[in-house]
């Protein structure tokens, strides 16, 4: 079966760094994406990690250990706009992705 | 234009209403997707359609039924549906096959259609 879990949760300061972690169990595994998504609004793609390593796009940058089933998610000089649900998805078969519960990030002034 | 659109943005059906749902891409993508996503909840893969054939079923139940007349477009058709069944259901599309392998690309979402069923 798969399973992947993150923080229901976070709340961070304007300005401030936050991390958010991912971790999978997951049968067969060729990437994992993370989309952020704000309130009734669709999921817009952030990043996809395969190989192990950080992947640094912007204020946005990515982790991945392919050995631990870990990810994390590491969001810079954070944005009231940066306030959103931030999901984790692992592709483990193609064309389909299997998606964590998401973590809802709140920043506060 | 990296837009995928879905019509209509809002639908109310009854239970014994047949309605069809609308996703249209012009990137020249050849995979699309339908998930539907409950308040609060992550997307749930339903169907992916690559290169206009099914290739995903995620064991919907057939008063979901979907359809790619074109590499362009995508519709859900839904009949005899039940108030569970209210959600969001988003489109998405990403670019398909490469080398005879589904690639794992980013997909792009479509606004969604916010479903409620009396």
């Known amino acids: 079966g798969q399973n992947i879990d993150q923080p229901t949760e976070m709340t961070a300061t304007e300005g401030a760094i936050v991390q958010i972690n991912c971790t999978y169990q997951t049968s067969g595994f060729n990437g994992l994406f993370w989309y952020q998504q704000h309130a009734g609004e669709a999921p817009t793609f952030l990043s996809y990690n395969v190989l192990d390593g950080l992947e640094e796009k912007g204020r946005f940058s990515s982790f991945l250990s392919r050995s631990k089933g870990y990810s994390y998610l590491l969001l810079k000089e954070l944005q009231m706009k940066d306030s959103a649900s931030y999901l984790c998805a692992v592709d483990t078969n193609a064309g389909k992705s299997t998606f964590g519960d998401g973590t809802t990030l709140t920043v506060k002034p | 234009d990296t837009e995928v659109t879905q019509t209509p943005k809002h639908l109310v059906m009854g239970m014994t209403n047949k309605k069809s749902l609308k996703c249209e891409q012009h990137m020249g993508h050849r995979a699309m997707y339908w998930y539907k996503q409950k308040a609060k909840k992550p997307p749930e893969l339903m169907f992916v359609?690559?290169?206009?054939?099914?290739?995903i079923n995620e064991s919907v139940p057939s008063r979901f039924s979907p359809e790619c007349p074109n590499s362009s477009l995508l519709n859900l058709h839904l009949h005899a549906l039940q108030p569970e069944d209210s959600a969001l259901y988003l489109c998405?599309?990403?670019?398909?096959?490469?080398?005879?392998?589904?690639?794992?690309?980013?997909?792009?979402f479509g606004p969604g259609t916010r479903l409620t069923v009396l």
């Open positions: 359609y690559s290169y206009e054939k099914l290739s």
């Open positions: 998405a599309s990403s670019r398909g096959l490469a080398g005879g392998q589904l690639t794992r690309d980013t997909q792009y």
